[in-house]
């Protein structure tokens, strides 16, 4: 047992270094897989032999998936962690055949590339992003909480001033929802606009409203960055005396 984790978690071991290598290339070779059969008219046999070689890639995700949660410390703090659901759900579509096909968040599982590489650098700038959250977190719910009631808003507001001239692209406040979505993030498809003067000038009130919401979250997360950094900075000033 001690020796298969070894292997699987130890990326310092010749067994260890060759096991994350073949891992991370057969992600990759089933991630372009994947987009070669998106490919239209894609001939019979190709298809025939993407099928084959992601059912080989599947089979050895599934036994590298049970046995890193055989030689994993805390089986369920694996399992729940974030790589752990990445890795089921990359595989469990197979096995259920649904429609579904979550093959693409297999990309995740590069990550693990950052610690395989010794990439020190990176891997601290990780964690600066992960404290940097942990710092506004609170800032960033309470504002995405308000985003979602403007959007709402937003959607009610144009519907009521659009609906009498435009019945089938304002029909609802559902439809109304796609409108404000482009319209608050300053996207603007141009496939739902206002034609009438209310319409218009409350649609000026939501872009300067968006402008807002597409720059405060990049505020606070610089800010909590830059928390972040002062806290590593202190830290690292601590480290040398003791």
């Not at 292997?7 to 990759?28: N, R, S, W």
Request: hydrophobic share 55%.
């Amino acid at each position: 047992m001690q020796k298969l984790k070894n292997i699987i978690e130890d990326t310092d071991t010749p067994a260890g270094k060759v096991f994350d290598v073949v891992i991370q290339a057969l992600i990759i070779l089933s991630l372009v897989g994947f987009s070669i059969e998106t490919l239209p008219n894609l001939p019979v046999e190709y298809r025939r032999m993407l099928r084959i070689t992601e059912i080989v890639c599947v089979v050895i995700f599934t036994f590298e998936y049970i046995a890193r949660i055989i030689v994993a410390s805390n089986k369920r703090a694996f399992i729940f962690s974030f790589f752990g659901i990445v890795d089921a759900l990359a595989i469990l579509p197979f096995y259920l055949a649904t429609s579904l096909d979550l093959r693409s968040l297999r990309s995740f599982r590069l990550l693990r590339l950052i610690r395989i590489l010794k990439l020190a650098r990176y891997n601290a700038a990780a964690k600066r992003f992960h404290r940097a959250f942990l710092i506004a977190k609170e800032e960033i719910a309470l504002f995405l909480f308000a985003s979602l009631i403007v959007l709402y808003l937003a959607a009610v507001g144009i519907y009521h001033f659009e609906y009498p001239a435009q019945p089938e692209a304002f029909s609802s406040v559902f439809h109304s929802l796609w409108w404000a979505v482009t319209t608050l993030t300053t996207v603007g498809y141009g496939d739902m606009y206002p034609i009438t003067a209310g319409g218009k000038f409350f649609t000026f009130l939501i872009l300067v409203i968006g402008l807002g919401i597409v720059s405060v979250p990049a505020g606070l997360v610089a800010s909590a960055l830059s928390k972040a950094r002062e806290m590593e900075d202190k830290e690292l000033e601590i480290q040398p005396g003791e």
